[in-house]
């Protein structure tokens, strides 16, 4: 997708071209415009398109076979210069898009290119802020339970040094009256006086029953929990350094209950022509290719195909892959013959086969959550649940998705209300909470939160 000059004062809505960038560019451009991926850079195209006229970029957007076979288009030698770097690869055809559309498109690259953000002046990410009040939460936890433990061994050792107080005060009380002094009591002989006996009972069932219930509270929790995965797939390269939008891979979270785990086809959407990875080479690459049966060297063996045959064995494509795999890593003098049949030897269970991806994060079967409630007209960023994913190599269970912290968010969290299903834009009113919306335009009150219109309900989360 490349860019233009044109009449800022009638350009489109950022907001809609943000939507037409994450599904239809966002898996070959970078988001912050200023990178190379699959396809080049968008951050300064209006320049480099600025000597065409407005409609050849138009249609080249749409349908960039179109330019490149018709000689008429003055773009015509910069288009299949343009073509050529990018290993002659087409790109994908946008036929259905107005002129509108196109526009809004536009301003939103611009924007994202000078400002980072889809409407300047950007809001700080909220995911900054959970993030920071996550880490505080869980310094406040550890730090609590410290003082718990450290009250209760103070409480011990006062109970044991006061005992040991009164039977001294009980012999100097026998000495000046003339009696028997009683044996001098040893630590021992303090420790298990009935007295304290019942005590220390006492403080056992509290402390066990506190730590049962906790305990209890917790099972089938897994917050930290990392697993491995069959492919390092690593979203601090896909969704940190080349910015591919959450939703582009995991799209069931706008439009549904669950945020689904992408197929193996939206992989290969980069990765036929991406085949080599900045950390793992070709060695997690060559499982997407063996679980999708992508033939990655098809150029050179046109009997087979883009992909392969059903018909073709897994021992002929593991033939290939080799060949594939000699040739991808021919300028690598470090990799040996025993390092490219270790290779071959993890990709060949999954010849054919999808991807078994373990899940991560699981919510006991009573309790009910979509995504697209929260995703779409909530405006929940990623983040705020699942923490900075963009920064993880190996993803990991952020937040505790426990009841209460759940409850808590509805609790601060603001509804949204002129950003999100709660507002009628054709009739500019609020026909739902009309009377939140006025006492918030009024100042009577700051904002209205999720628990104030029936956020904490049973039956939102518990059916």
């Not at 073709?312 to 003098?333: G, H, P």
């Amino acid at each position: 997708m490349l860019g233009l000059s044109f009449n800022w004062a009638n350009a489109q809505d950022p907001k809609k071209g943000e939507a037409l960038f994450k599904d239809n560019c966002a898996s070959c451009h970078s988001r912050d415009m200023k990178k190379d991926m699959t396809g080049p850079a968008l951050a300064g195209v209006e320049d480099r398109w600025s000597k065409f006229p407005k409609k050849e970029l138009y249609d080249w957007i749409r349908n960039s076979s179109g330019v490149l076979g018709d000689a008429s288009y003055k773009s015509h030698s910069y288009a299949k210069g343009l073509y050529a770097s990018y290993n002659n690869t087409v790109m994908t055809p946008f036929p259905a898009l107005t002129d509108e559309d196109i526009q809004g498109l536009l301003v939103y690259i611009n924007n994202m290119a000078s400002a980072g953000c889809a409407e300047p002046p950007c809001v700080a990410a909220a995911a900054d802020t959970a993030g920071a009040a996550a880490k505080t939460d869980e310094k406040e936890k550890g730090s609590g339970s410290t003082i718990l433990w450290v009250l209760a061994f103070v409480l011990v050792m006062s109970t044991i040094l006061l005992a040991r107080y009164i039977n001294s005060l009980n012999r100097l009380a026998q000495q000046r009256s003339g009696e028997a002094l009683d044996e001098e009591k040893t630590f021992f002989q303090i420790v298990l006086n009935p007295t304290v006996v019942r005590i220390l009972i006492f403080a056992l069932v509290i402390v066990g029953g506190y730590t049962t219930v906790n305990n209890a509270i917790g099972l089938g929790r897994q917050q930290n929990y990392a697993p491995d995965q069959p492919i390092k797939f690593s979203h601090e390269v896909h969704a940190g350094k080349n910015g591919i939008d959450c939703q582009y891979c995991h799209d069931g979270a706008r439009r549904s209950k669950h945020a689904v785990i992408p197929a193996t086809n939206t992989c290969m959407n980069c990765h036929t022509a991406i085949q080599k990875g900045p950390e793992y080479g070709t060695a997690e690459i060559l499982k997407i290719y063996a679980a999708s049966g992508f033939n990655p060297i098809s150029n050179k063996t046109p009997e087979y195909g883009q992909y392969f045959k059903e018909s073709v064995s897994a021992d002929e494509r593991l033939a290939v892959y080799k060949k594939w795999l000699v040739e991808a890593n021919k300028e690598n003098k470090a990799i040996t013959e025993t390092e490219i049949n270790t290779q071959l030897a993890s990709a060949k269970p999954m010849i054919g086969k999808p991807v078994n991806w373990v899940k991560i994060h699981n919510l006991p079967d009573h309790a009910y959550f979509n995504h697209a409630q929260h995703v779409t007209v909530g405006k929940v960023a990623c983040q705020d649940c699942h923490g900075k994913v963009e920064e993880m190599k190996l993803v990991k269970q952020y937040a505790p998705l426990s009841m209460g912290w759940c409850v808590n968010c509805h609790r601060q969290t603001k509804v949204k209300f002129d950003e999100n299903a709660y507002y009628n834009a054709e009739t500019k009113s609020h026909k739902m909470y009309e009377q939140y919306h006025n006492e918030v335009k009024s100042g009577k009150r700051n904002g209205v939160t999720v628990e104030e219109i029936g956020g904490l309900e049973c039956q939102k989360c518990h059916y």
